[in-house]
């Protein structure tokens, strides 16, 4: 994998992982400001070292 691969892999794994909790927030109630919050709080728990390993093309999107 390349850096630009490499990457775009972890833009991506970013913008599931804040999306997701940003509608997990809602669901919980929270305002935006906490949605907001919790969203960015998913993006720092991010491991990101299991993105560096190579997976099958088919779990990469």
Known sequence: MNEAELAEQVRRACLRAALAAYEEGGLLGL???????????????????????????????
């Open 31 to 61: 305002c935006q400001q906490g949605r907001f919050e919790l969203a960015m709080d998913a993006i720092k728990a991010l491991d990101l070292a299991s993105l560096t390993q190579e997976q099958p093309a088919s779990l990469k999107k």
